[in-house]
């Protein structure tokens, strides 16, 4: 689907890949006491809930923020080679300078609990540990974030491209590219969220109260480019399988197109709210519930069909298949369990841990796609690469339907411990703490994959 890369785009993909496999794995070591503290008994609130707190941000802000943004950028540095003849504006000096800023961001943030004390708040969407180290990495990353965006952003003729995507006889790549230039406006539009809700936030209101208004709006934007640049994966990654481009390619132009327009909505919660306000709030929820769905869910619907037709012809022992399927069940799973949530409970967290380690499986899958592209081993044959995704996927349907299970009896999000709770519950986040222990297995294994093919550094083709 795109052409060959060149040895500076080589290079640079392989530095972007290289941050965003720091920032899963970084993560990921910090995910291992979050699930022990759910399960523990007899805790002491005042000693577990503080650490609790500190180590659930970094986890976030490293195993999802920071490795989503990693990939979004290497996406957006494929649009040339996804655009085919189309011919992109370089700007001089701004990769390496956001490659530089974005290592030095992520390593001050995998640190920052050692470097200052500081309280951990519960915000959404970016968690806050407050101390220095912490706001100095996420200034880091801001810029980082800016400079690679502005180069997406003029990476190619917008108007060309867009012409392009809606032809018939277009090159099919465009396709990608232009989907992957959506999810880089749509960056854009959270950041000038991101920038605007603070403003018309009442000053008095502090901590993680102000934080979790501050994030609201821009949190919500982002995860339709997350959701943007998974699609755009699942198209890779089934075209790699030798699944023809599903529905033709003006649907797929009209899928990206439908989530772009959703960002038209954005300024009308801003205009007729104040940040701080109850409405403000749920105006961006059912904007989420009901826009962010449906392209991709249209989009799931045909891959299934295609996967079911083609099923005799597409190599099953294929990793990146893997990666695509397993995408597809848990982000399809973590919807089902959307329509579930009453309340503030751990439903909640169940159902963003369903379809948000479904585009991580997909982000995986693009980073087995691209190893022999970049220069790297092809090690879409090896058993612990297709075996990664597989752990993965069970061991988070495993958590997110003990989640959902005790989210039935109330039990509350972001805290530690089953205290109180009858014994069914207990059970259920001790199965938490084995199916989070199993998927963190499958991250290990994409981990060590990862590491392999990076130490062998030598091409074969898949």
């Known amino acids: 689907m795109f052409l060959p890369l060149d040895h500076h785009m080589q290079r640079d993909v392989r530095r972007w890949l290289a941050l965003a496999v720091f920032c899963l794995a970084a993560g990921g070591l910090y995910a291992v006491p979050l699930a022990a503290g759910r399960g523990v008994k007899n805790v002491s609130q005042a000693d577990w809930q503080h650490w609790f707190n500190i180590v659930l941000a970094v986890h976030v802000d490293l195993s999802i923020f920071l490795w989503f943004l990693a990939m979004l950028i290497v996406g957006w540095r494929l649009i040339p080679a996804f655009s085919g003849t189309l011919q992109g504006v370089p700007l001089p000096f701004f990769q390496p300078t956001a490659q530089g800023l974005f290592a030095l961001g992520a390593v001050l943030m995998a640190f920052s609990p050692f470097l200052g004390e500081g309280e951990g708040l519960r915000s959404n969407y970016i968690p806050i540990l407050t101390n220095d180290a912490f706001f100095l990495s996420l200034a880091l990353i801001a810029c980082a974030l800016s400079l690679s965006l502005l180069e997406a952003l003029l990476s190619i003729p917008v108007l060309e491209m867009w012409r392009g995507a809606f032809q018939r006889d277009s090159e099919s790549g465009i396709f990608a590219a232009y989907g992957a ?21 009442d000053p008095l209101i502090q901590g993680e109260a102000y934080f979790d208004m501050a994030f609201w709006a821009g949190g919500h934007v982002i995860q339709f480019a997350y959701v943007q640049m998974a699609m755009v994966v699942w198209l890779l990654l089934a075209q790699a399988a030798g699944l023809p481009v599903p529905g033709g390619r003006r649907l797929v132009a009209i899928l990206f197109t439908i989530n772009l ?49 083609h099923r005799r012809v597409v190599v099953w022992r294929s990793a990146t298949l893997f990666c695509l399927v397993t995408s597809l069940i848990l982000f399809f799973y973590g919807g089902v369990l959307a329509m579930m949530i009453e309340g503030q409970n751990v439903v909640i967290p169940a159902h963003y841990h369903g379809s948000i380690v479904g585009v991580t499986l997909a982000f995986m899958g693009l980073a087995y796609l691209l190893l022999p592209r970049i220069g790297l081993p092809c090690v879409d044959v090896w058993r612990l690469a297709r075996l990664a995704p597989l752990l993965l996927c069970v061991g988070q349907i495993i958590h997110v339907s003990a989640l959902a299970w005790s989210g039935g009896y109330g039990v509350l999000r972001k805290t530690v411990g089953t205290d109180g709770y009858p014994p069914e519950v207990r059970f259920a986040m001790g199965l938490l703490g084995g199916g989070s222990g199993l998927a963190s297995l499958g991250g290990l294994l994409f981990i060590i994959v990862m590491v392999r093919a990076w130490r062998r550094r030598k091409s074969h083709p898949c």
Do not use: K
Not at 188 to 199: H, K, Q
């Open 261 to 309: 327009a959703m960002m038209a909505y954005v300024p009308l919660p801003f205009i007729s709210y104040p940040a701080d306000s109850q409405p403000f709030r749920d105006a961006f929820t059912e904007w989420m519930i009901w826009g962010n769905g449906l392209s991709p869910a249209l989009m799931l619907v045909i891959l299934a069909y295609a996967l079911f037709r």
């Open 181 to 201: 230039w959506g999810s880089a406006a749509m960056v854009a539009v959270s950041l000038v969220a991101f920038a605007v809700a603070p403003e018309s936030i």
